[in-house]
């Protein structure tokens, strides 16, 4: 993971950490000859429960060289913040499916572009905040996850289920007539899991997969 600091802006080794509200560091992405993408695309919001999964779990020693513990940390909570950011600001409470960053420190969000506004209540965020609150015990991510958890009520509920949303800028809402399979299988299982007492998933013997499927984890 030591090489997941370059893709993140602004760069963590830019910022004094401090303690307070996390850094809003955003994961842009990088073109062929290695110049920034200002664009950051929900799909990248996995990445704080992969660094989360590994605070918990990577051996103390590895986590200790070169200040990783600390490093790692703030980008998860950074990032973290980040992913709900992208929630929380649009009118319907819904993420688009990606967002254009500002080149210009501090890289705030840019209004989302036509061409990505819609959303296919995509799982990453929650299963970041899932991870997170496992890790620190914090409500702050159980309170965020009942905010994406009522706009996805309020804004992509039909008769038949949760559908893709095509504009997240516009309420009421114009839903797609389409439903993911990843919306019941990760996305509420994450949430449901959030809110969960920690016995309802040991993760001292259990691990989920890409698709959020608890296995049982190999007794080394």
Known sequence: MD????????LPSSVKKKEGDPVPFKMIELSPDGSPVWKMDHLSCFAPALIA?????????DLQKNERNSTLWHLAEGLTASCSDLWTSTASGLAPEFAMVSPQ????????QSDGHHSFLRPETAESLFYL????????YRKLGEKHFNAILQNAKVEAGFSSVRDVTQVPTSK????????MAETFKYLFLLFSP??????DHHVLNTEGHPLTRAEL
């Open 198 to 203: 920690a016995a309802s998933l040991d993760m």
């Open 3 to 10: 090489a997941l600091p370059s893709i993140v802006r602004p």
């Open 105 to 112: 420190p501090p890289h705030d969000f840019k209004k989302a």
């Open 133 to 140: 609150y496992r890790l620190t015990g914090d409500e702050k």
């Open 176 to 183: 797609m007539d389409e439903m993911q399979t990843f919306v």
């Open 53 to 61: 999964l590994g605070l918990m779990t990577l051996p103390k020693q």
